[in-house]
């Protein structure tokens, strides 16, 4: 049985001024993916330029965050919001949503691939292979922090983490989707998208094995406790929200590939 390290939140402290790790993964997330959007804008055929990414990801910035919190007010915790709606805009309270930030991503990329001529499609194609190293750093921050830990079990590499309300080992459910949503699905879109394929095609394999790989990891993710279980004592929010992303990510590589449109 381990115990989790218990690492300061705060990063650096410079009077008043505290950046969080949490923040700091953001940024890493952020950084990372317009360094390899600018190594697949020299691809040919990339709907937008190397100079291009920076805007670019200035809107996406935007959409993750402005989406994310929103989208976590709305799924998870709309009562907190009723009753005091001020909680919304403070984000530094924690609070954010993945499939809320998705949402504000693809509105981003609608509004920006309609202002560039890019097109919603091949601009969505172009983003996905870049998303999970944001996903993952983001784990790593929710690991940091020691929130959103899993069930009790007792695998030889259960977890205590002290801010759970028990001393019962549990699942560092943070680290299996780092190495879902952030490893292994960063790598399968990589090399998915090294090759030439049909338009919608890459978009819809992001959203299928996010999808799944979020669905099967809330299994051993506990759930929020202001929702506790929604059905059958074992469906969650996250695999209610994960639902439409299987369906709609079959859906996509289904027509893609039927249409066969490069």
Request: aromatic share 16%; glycine share 12%.
């Amino acid at each position: 049985m381990l115990t989790h390290p218990q690492f300061d939140p705060i990063a650096v402290s410079l009077g008043p001024l505290k950046i969080h790790w949490y923040g700091l993964m953001y940024l890493v997330g952020f950084l990372a993916g317009w360094w390899l959007g600018r190594l697949r804008a020299r691809r040919p055929g990339s709907p937008i330029t190397e100079a291009q990414m920076g805007d670019l990801l200035f809107y996406l910035a935007l959409g993750v965050i402005l989406g994310g919190r929103f989208g976590y007010v709305l799924f998870y915790n709309f009562g907190a919001f009723l009753q005091d709606p001020l909680w919304l805009f403070r984000i530094w309270e924690g609070g954010m949503s993945f499939h809320g930030g998705l949402l504000g991503v693809i509105l981003a990329m609608v509004w920006y691939g309609h202002k560039t001529g890019a097109g919603f499609w091949r601009l969505a194609d172009f983003v996905a292979p870049l998303v999970p190293v944001g996903l993952g750093a983001g784990r790593i921050g929710n690991f940091i922090n020691g929130e959103l830990w899993g069930k009790p079990t007792d695998v030889p590499w259960a977890m205590v983490f002290p801010q759970a309300p028990d001393a019962l080992a549990r699942h560092p459910s943070q680290l299996y989707q780092f190495a879902l949503e952030g490893v292994a699905l960063f790598l399968i879109l990589w090399w998915f998208s090294a090759r030439p394929r049909p338009r919608m095609a890459v978009s819809g394999l992001f959203l299928l094995c996010y999808g799944v790989f979020r669905f099967l990891v809330e299994f051993v993710r506990q759930p929020d406790p202001q929702l506790g279980y929604l059905a059958f004592d074992w469906l969650t929010m996250g695999q209610v929200l994960s639902t439409p992303m299987i369906a709609a990510g079959a859906l996509l590589m289904f027509i893609a590939y039927r249409r066969n449109v490069a």
